[in-house]
């Protein structure tokens, strides 16, 4: 099976090149991306796929649920490359409904360290039980549950001393929240998107 992947890619640079017969001396040159994306690592929500981007067009960070931790260096290493090197002009947080790590913070046993990673999620649950409490059925619970989610990783994105430090200098950078649809393949803008440093402290 793994030679099935090494064939594939075989036929994939060969079809680029015959498109193209510069494709990978111009990519392999210059990396500028607009975008960066923070997703799940779930495999049915690959960035590239999925909004149409070729390869150099989005810059990518993934990890379960899509979480922004104030201590990921992991995470907070792309994002300040991103911001200060390449230059972003967006960063999209997207996470999706039936997101396993929305599911598995709300389930009561343990799972193992994940549970700790997934800790953000229960305290936003937490703060939005009421909102929770008047969704009936579990689907829908945990699909308003990814959402929140969502919305609270984009305020935590723009609260780093990386974006904060990054509009100060009046860096034109935004970051936006989206949700994408296993079912129908589609994403959502959550609107909830943070153009600046006023646009956040208003927030407040
Ligand atoms: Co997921």
Redesign the pocket.
């Known amino acids: 099976m793994l030679d099935d992947l090494l064939e594939n890619n075989r036929h994939w640079s060969e079809e680029r090149k015959r498109a193209n017969p510069h494709y990978f001396e111009h990519l392999s040159r210059l990396q500028k991306p607009q975008y960066l994306w923070i997703g799940?690592?779930?495999s049915r929500?690959p960035a590239n796929t999925i909004t149409g981007l070729e390869p150099g067009e989005v810059f990518v960070h993934r990890n379960?649920?899509n979480m922004v931790h104030p201590s990921d260096l992991n995470l907070l290493s792309v994002l300040e490359y991103a911001v200060e090197v390449l230059e972003v002009s967006h960063v999209i947080v997207c996470g999706?409904y039936g997101?396993?790590?929305?599911h598995a913070s709300q389930e009561d046993h343990r799972h193992g360290i994940v549970d700790h990673w997934l800790q953000p999620i229960r305290d936003v649950a937490e703060r939005n039980k009421d909102q929770l409490a008047h969704t009936t059925d579990q689907p829908s619970k945990l699909d308003l549950l990814c959402e929140l989610n969502v919305r609270a990783q984009v305020e935590r994105l723009a609260g780093t001393p990386i974006l904060q430090t990054a509009w100060k200098r009046g860096r034109r950078v935004r970051v936006h929240g989206w949700v994408y649809g296993l079912r129908d393949g589609l994403i959502s803008d959550l609107h909830c998107s943070v153009p600046d440093l006023r646009s956040f402290a208003e927030r407040k």
């Open positions: 799940c690592s779930d929500v379960v649920a999706h997101c396993g790590g929305i």
